[in-house]
């Protein structure tokens, strides 16, 4: 008889949800800092489906408060996010990826998680048109417009200064010397409010800008 009452006291683990400790003694939060998370984490991932996972609607939503707006900047953000290339996010995902954007994260962690945002076909290089498609991606989401002819003189500006080995692309040991040589670059991977995350929630607030490339 006990053994039957003891089976309806057991809870059901949430989906994707981990331990607060575990995640903190992993990433650059305390544990009560992943617990503020948990509530933020709650709120993204009921916006339109309450399944305790994060869909790409609700990442977008959270972003551009519209579920159906597409911009590649998203779209690269949420691939990293989903850590497991399942379709969605979930907390342990939510909460290791965010840990980048910490400010106790060190920079070489920073400027990594960046070249792989950059890095769209996943080769180890950042070519070009991937340049291009990133810097108009994020013009798009800050809703900033300027001509094609300035846009493409940005791109060549940074690429005549990242590609060191003038083979036509940028490789990791290019970007992180380009990014030094450029910090402000950097601006937009440090979220100061994941460092006060239990006085700022539900104020919390995913804010992006354009980067500096010139």
């Known amino acids: 008889m006990r053994a039957f009452r003891n089976c309806f006291c057991l809870q059901k683990p949430k989906l994707g949800f981990e331990e607060p400790a575990i995640l903190a003694a ?9 617990e503020a998370l948990y ?8 916006s339109v489906v309450d399944d305790g996972q994060i869909h790409k609607e609700e990442f977008q939503l959270a972003f551009f408060n ?9 779209d690269r953000l949420f691939d990293l996010f989903d850590i497991k290339r399942n379709g969605v ?19 070489a962690d920073k400027i990594a998680y960046l070249f792989r945002l950059y890095d769209i076909r996943e080769t180890g ?7 291009k498609e990133m810097v108009l991606a994020l013009l798009s989401e ?3 417009s300027l001509s094609v002819d300035v846009v493409e003189s940005i791109v060549e500006k940074t690429m005549m200064e990242a590609d060191l080995k003038g083979d036509g692309q ?10 030094k040589n450029n910090p402000s670059i950097l601006k937009n991977m440090t979220l100061p409010h ?11 607030i995913l804010n992006t800008d354009v980067s500096d490339l010139e």
């Open 26 to 34: 992993e990433t650059h939060f305390t544990v009560n800092e992943v």
């Open 39 to 46: 509530d933020l984490f709650k709120k993204l991932s009921s």
């Open 170 to 179: 940028i490789d990791e040991e290019e970007w992180t010397e380009f990014v």
């Open 142 to 144: 800050s809703d900033v």
């Open 89 to 107: 996010i979930e907390f342990g995902e939510f909460v290791r990826s965010l840990s980048v954007f910490h400010p106790r994260a060190p920079e």
């Open 66 to 74: 519209n579920s159906s707006k597409q911009n590649l900047f998203l």
């Open 125 to 131: 290089f950042i070519e070009h048109d991937e340049l």
């Open 194 to 204: 994941l460092k006060d995350v239990t006085l700022a929630f539900p104020s919390f």
